[in-house]
C-alpha cells in the first residue's frame, strides 16, 4: 500500500504543468510551477482576520501581496526569484489564475485575462533605478525585489496589528513605501549609506524633511502607475481587481 501512495505522489509530481508568463523586469518569460490546492489556501487565507479588516482593509493588500511573493519563491528557480521586482507580481498573478481559467467575472463583466497577459508584453518599460539629489542628499531608488517588498510588508503588518485603529495609516504607508524603494542615502560629502529594511532606517526616514523626499514619492508614484497598467483592462479604463475573491473558484 506504501509502495502505491508513493507511485502516484510521483505520478503527480511528474504531471505537473509549468506555468510561462512575461516578466516585466528581466522583459523575457520566466517559468513557474502550477499553482497547487495548498497554496490556493493560503491565498484565501488571506481574509481570514476578519476583525482586522474591517478596521484597516489595507491589510488585505498587504498580506495577498505578501502570501502571493512567497508562492513565487516556492514556484519558482532561486536565482531567477532574487531579480524579481513587485511590477512582476501582477502578471504571475494573472498567469496563476489564467490556468484555472482565462476569464473571470467582475462587475458582471467577463474579462479575459489572456487578452490581458498578452497586451501586457508591450507595455513600454520604464526606468526601474534612478539617482535622485535634493537638499545637498543623494537618493538611490528602485523598484523593490520581491524579497524586500516581503521584508518591509511584514514590518508594516506587525504595526496594523498592534495598532488596528491608528489615524496615521496614510502616512505609514508613504513612509513605508519610502523604505521600500530608497536603496542608499549620501548627504554632501559624506559617506554613502545603505537603507536596510528595518526599523532603523525606517525611524532615519522620518527624520528627512518632506520637501527633501518629494522627488522619491514622485518616483514611487511613477512606478505605481506604471503598475496599474498591468491590471488594466483592455479598451477600458477599468482594472482587475487583484484580491483573494479572485481565487475563489
Do not use: C, W
Not at 478596521?55 to 514556484?75: A, G, S, V
Not at 510588508?153 to 502616512?171: A, R
Not at 513605508?176 to 532606517?201: G, H, M, P, R, W
Not at 522620518?206 to 514622485?218: A, M
Amino acid at each position: 500500500m506504501e509502495d502505491n501512495f508513493n507511485s502516484l505522489l510521483k505520478q503527480i509530481e511528474s504531471n505537473k504543468k509549468n506555468v510561462v508568463t512575461f516578466s516585466p523586469t528581466l522583459q523575457s518569460d520566466i517559468e513557474l510551477k502550477s499553482l497547487t490546492v495548498d497554496q490556493q489556501s493560503v491565498i484565501l487565507d488571506s481574509i481570514s482576520d476578519i476583525s482586522l479588516l474591517q478596521t484597516n482593509p489595507i491589510y488585505l493588500i498587504i498580506k495577498f501581496n505578501t502570501n502571493f511573493n512567497n508562492i513565487i519563491k516556492q514556484n519558482l528557480e532561486n536565482e531567477v526569484y532574487d531579480k524579481m521586482t513587485s511590477i512582476d507580481r501582477t502578471n504571475i498573478i494573472i498567469s496563476f489564475r489564467k490556468e484555472i481559467n482565462e476569464e473571470v467575472e467582475q462587475d458582471d463583466e467577463v474579462i479575459n485575462l489572456s487578452k490581458i497577459l498578452e497586451r501586457n508584453k508591450n507595455i513600454n518599460i520604464i526606468d526601474f533605478n534612478e539617482t535622485i539629489e535634493k537638499d545637498g542628499f543623494k537618493f538611490k531608488v528602485s523598484v523593490p525585489t520581491l524579497n524586500k517588498d516581503t521584508i518591509v510588508n511584514k514590518i508594516l503588518s506587525k504595526k496594523l496589528k498592534d495598532n488596528p485603529t491608528s489615524g496615521n495609516l496614510v502616512s505609514d504607508i508613504y513612509l513605508y513605501e519610502i523604505l521600500k524603494f530608497v536603496d542608499s542615502i549620501q548627504f554632501e560629502d559624506e559617506a554613502e549609506v545603505e537603507i536596510k529594511k528595518d526599523f532603523k532606517n525606517l525611524k532615519l526616514l522620518k527624520q528627512i524633511n518632506l520637501s527633501t523626499l518629494s522627488p522619491v514619492i514622485k518616483f514611487i508614484e511613477k512606478v505605481r502607475d506604471y503598475e496599474e497598467e498591468f491590471i488594466t483592462i483592455p479598451n477600458s479604463q477599468e482594472k482587475l481587481l487583484l484580491t483573494p475573491d479572485l481565487f475563489v473558484i
